[in-house]
């Protein structure tokens, strides 16, 4: 099993930014893509960004040119840069992992963007 837990949310002006951390520990061997999601209040999960072992990333439209994914797979993490935040990007950002045993989730971190 795979526990994830991400760091670095907060409160943050319009145009400003925000690095995302997430920590694999228990298995995190056994991972072979790990990805980013956002949920806003009355929204589904919304996928954001994946990026594999090898360093292949994906990052949607949406906020492509402003968000990047990062992985350290010697420390087990991954890491989503956001630059020019803009109030729509507030929500709770969740870390994911997938394996061929399933995917795991950490708890979410709360990033709200706000003047």
């Known amino acids: 099993q795979v526990q994830l837990v991400e760091s670095g949310g907060g409160l943050v002006q319009p145009g400003g930014s925000l690095r995302l951390s997430c920590a694999a520990s228990g298995s995190p061997e056994i991972i072979r893509v790990m990805g980013w999601h956002r949920q806003a209040p009355g929204n589904g999960r919304e996928f954001i960004a994946t990026?594999?072992?090898?360093?292949?990333?994906y990052v949607v439209p949406s906020v492509e040119g402003r968000f990047t994914i990062s992985r350290d797979s010697a420390k087990n993490t991954v890491s989503l840069q956001m630059n020019s935040l803009k109030p729509e990007d507030t929500a709770v950002y969740y870390c994911s992992a997938s394996a061929i045993v399933g995917r795991f989730w950490g708890q979410g971190t709360q990033v709200t963007v706000s003047s």
């Open positions: 990026i594999t072992t090898d360093g292949n990333a």
